[in-house]
Nanobody, 125 residues
Framework: QVQLVESGGGLVQPGGSLRLSCAVS????????IGWFRQAPGKERERVSC???????YYPDSVEGRFTISRDNAKNTVYLQMNSLKPEDTAVYYC???????????????????WGKGTLVTVSS
């Protein structure tokens, strides 16, 4: 049974940093693409980053240079290091799996396979 559990969210001031974790179980991490998505109130779910054995890592312009995705296969965990946070980064952050395809790369949340329940990140002074 595939499970993903996000943690690490919280309240941080603008310019601050947070590291999110996505602990996975029920599958071999290296066989899957893992994506981080976020959803702010009243907005669609937005792809934040992807990590894949097929193409490496991907970031949209909105987070390029500020966010870093990584994974530790031994710990079955994917991380999202977020620096220089802005109020517009406020959202619930989710991790999701993709076994085959390019949904994460193209930002298609509907094409991802399994999801965690999310962790809330609030950037505010």
């Amino acid at each position: 049974q595939v499970q993903l559990v996000e943690s690490g969210g919280g309240l941080v001031q603008p310019g601050g940093s947070l590291r999110l974790s996505c602990a996975v179980s029920g599958f071999t991490l290296d066989d899957y693409t893992i994506g981080w998505f976020r959803q702010a109130p009243g907005k669609e779910r937005e792809r934040v980053s992807c990590i894949s054995s097929r193409y490496g890592t991907y970031y949209p312009d909105s987070v390029e240079g500020r966010f870093t995705i990584s994974r530790d296969n031994a710990k079955n965990t994917v991380y999202l290091q977020m620096n220089s946070l802005k109020p517009e980064d406020t959202a619930v952050y989710y991790c999701a799996t993709e076994y085959y395809g390019s949904s994460c790369l193209h930002g298609y949340a509907s094409g991802m396979d399994d999801w965690g329940k999310g962790t809330l990140v609030t950037v505010s002074s």
